[in-house]
């Protein structure tokens, strides 16, 4: 655990050297747990954003997407449940004043026995090798039974005190856990309180409760509201979908980890529209999808898992997250929701308007059910990036830094460089630059030593470098080096375009 922690600390350095992610406000000491993305990491993002677009929109035809304004109107959290239930459970420690989510705390102290687990079953593969049977393991281990009868135990004990809503319930918990503030280590709890996590600012110059309006928490109730826009003028027929990118806001109880939790965030967003009785069908289908979609970047099949919801949302009949094993351990990436017709129900019933769509085929009018996927790009940018960085050894003793990113998602797909500044090679480079820089991202590079531009283009993923040298100007060959192997090739500058286009292509992605 303390390597991976360090792993993070080494992510955030890195993040911020080549020029990913900044501290917001640096010049004034920061804003707590506010975060700028720079020239990089605005490419990075923006290619995670067209992947999941394309995906979502561009290979599904009954997928469409919009831009909603953050502000709407204050009615809709009124309708969407926000207003009263979109709390978390905040408890502080008196002597360390630090202020926690009492949930999480449990959470976390159950994590504490999944890893007991996790350690267990690691010595049993030390010591049995090969003939280490982990499913009998896992059944039969009297140390692993015990530690999983404590998570069960715990888990339904969560459960019911958080479905009732019940403070007092969820205080008594964590103190018959005996759960300690990792700060100060005493149980010296205040009572757990509700928060409503929710910004809230007024509109125009009129102050007071009549002007108050909320900044979006979640991108999907723009999409809530505009539904019977877009199915008519689109003339969508359902199951169709409806799919968004955009910023939301949460006043987080705590927010830390780097980007993972943040009070302003960016989320994508698509909200599938069915028949209702077939929203179970549909559920397992995204759950299915979405996981194909992470998968197919290769950052390792074994860094995902399903964790379904031991508290259900106030609008869901089923919820489950994909989880990702972060520097941190394993949190969650995305949720897929079946959000029944709780949210069109209630806008309708708020706004008077009928929202209910005419089935054609069924010759009759409902509100659809709706399965939701719902992924913070943020997070999703957090896993790329601490996935793809290492150190690596080189043969000559010395060490590199390398972002492997999925060369699709990389800012710069292809640098530029001509081995001297003099003898015709950097005008012969840049011609080569603008034969390249209509199809790919491109970086032009001719200051130190080619040994230090490769370094320096390998820390920041670009997965080609394009080496011209005198031999160019004769022949018009360059060489190409790959990221990954740091093997070089000799090529004809005619070819470049396939080459590279083939490696970093989104479609294979997309074809999955
Ligand atoms: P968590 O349990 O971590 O607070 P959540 O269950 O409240 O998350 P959802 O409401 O399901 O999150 O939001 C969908 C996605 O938005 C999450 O899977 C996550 O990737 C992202 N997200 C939510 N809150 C934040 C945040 N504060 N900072 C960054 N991303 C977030």
């Known amino acids: 655990m303390q390597q991976k922690e360090d792993n993070l600390k080494d992510v955030i350095s890195h993040a911020k050297e080549y020029g990913f992610v900044f501290p917001s406000s640096e010049i004034y000491d920061g ?25 979502m929109v561009q290979m599904h035809e009954n997928i469409v997407g919009i831009d909603a304004a953050i502000f709407m109107h204050p009615t809709t959290w009124k309708a969407s449940g926000h207003v009263d239930a979109f709390n978390d459970p905040l408890i502080d420690n008196k002597d360390s004043k630090k202020r926690y989510r009492a949930d999480v705390l449990i959470e976390e102290h159950m994590e504490k026995y999944n890893q007991k687990i996790e350690k267990d079953v690691a010595k049993g593969k030390k010591r049995f090798g090969d003939d280490f049977d982990e499913v009998q393991f896992l059944a039969t281990n009297p140390n692993v039974l015990r530690n999983k009868a404590k998570i069960d135990d715990i888990r ?18 964590i103190m018959d856990l005996g759960i300690v503030c990792p700060i100060s280590g005493t149980k010296n709890w205040t009572e757990v309180r509700q928060f409503n996590l929710m910004f809230s600012t007024e509109l125009g110059s009129v102050a007071g409760d009549a002007s108050k309006i909320y900044l979006r928490p979640e991108t999907a109730q723009g999409i809530f509201v505009n539904y019977l826009n877009v199915q008519k003028t689109g003339r969508m027929k359902i199951p169709f979908g409806i799919a968004q990118i955009g910023k939301a806001f949460r006043n987080e109880i705590v927010a830390r980890q780097f980007i993972f939790r943040m009070r302003e965030f960016e989320q994508m967003e698509m909200q599938f529209f069915v028949r209702p009785g077939e929203e179970m069908k549909w559920y397992e ?16 099949e074994e860094n995902y898992r399903f964790h379904d919801h031991i508290k259900l949302a106030h609008y869901a009949n089923a919820a489950a997250d994909i989880e990702f094993n972060f520097p941190m ?13 709780f949210d069109l129900k209630q806008h309708e019933a708020h706004s008077t308007k009928k929202l209910q769509y005419f ?16 992924i913070g790009l943020d997070r999703m940018f957090l896993a790329v990036l601490s996935t793809s960085y290492k150190m690596e050894d080189l043969e000559d003793g010395k060490q590199r830094a390398v972002l492997s990113l999925p060369p699709a998602l990389a800012p710069y797909k292809v640098a530029v460089m001509p081995l001297l500044r003099r003898d015709g090679l950097p005008e012969k480079a840049r011609e080569v630059l603008d034969l390249l820089k209509y199809d790919f991202n491109c970086s032009y590079d001719e200051k130190d030593a080619a040994g230090k531009r490769y370094r320096r283009q390998d820390a920041i993923g670009t997965p080609y470098c394009i080496m011209i040298d005198h031999q160019t100007l004769e022949d018009n060959t360059v060489t190409i080096r790959d990221r990954d192997t740091m093997g070089q090739e000799r090529v004809a500058i005619d070819e470049l375009n396939t080459i590279i286009g083939k490696k970093v292509s989104m479609k294979a992605l997309l074809k999955g």
Not at 160 to 169: I, K, L, N, P, T
Not at 359 to 372: A, G, I, R
């Open 31 to 55: 804003l707590s747990a506010t975060y700028d993305y720079g020239q990089l990491g605005a490419e990075l993002k923006n290619n995670i954003k067209s992947y999941w677009w394309k995906s």
């Open 156 to 173: 339904e004990r969560m459960r019911v005190v958080m479905e009732a809503d019940d403070m007092e319930g969820i205080y008594t918990l």
């Open 285 to 300: 289908y995204w759950k299915e999808a979405r996981m194909k979609w992470h998968q197919a970047l290769g950052l390792g």
């Open 329 to 341: 351990g394993f949190k969650e990436l995305e949720g897929i929701h079946s959000r029944t017709d």
């Open 359 to 374: 089935d054609p085929e069924l010759n009759e009018s409902y509100v659809p059910y709706v399965v939701e996927t719902s």
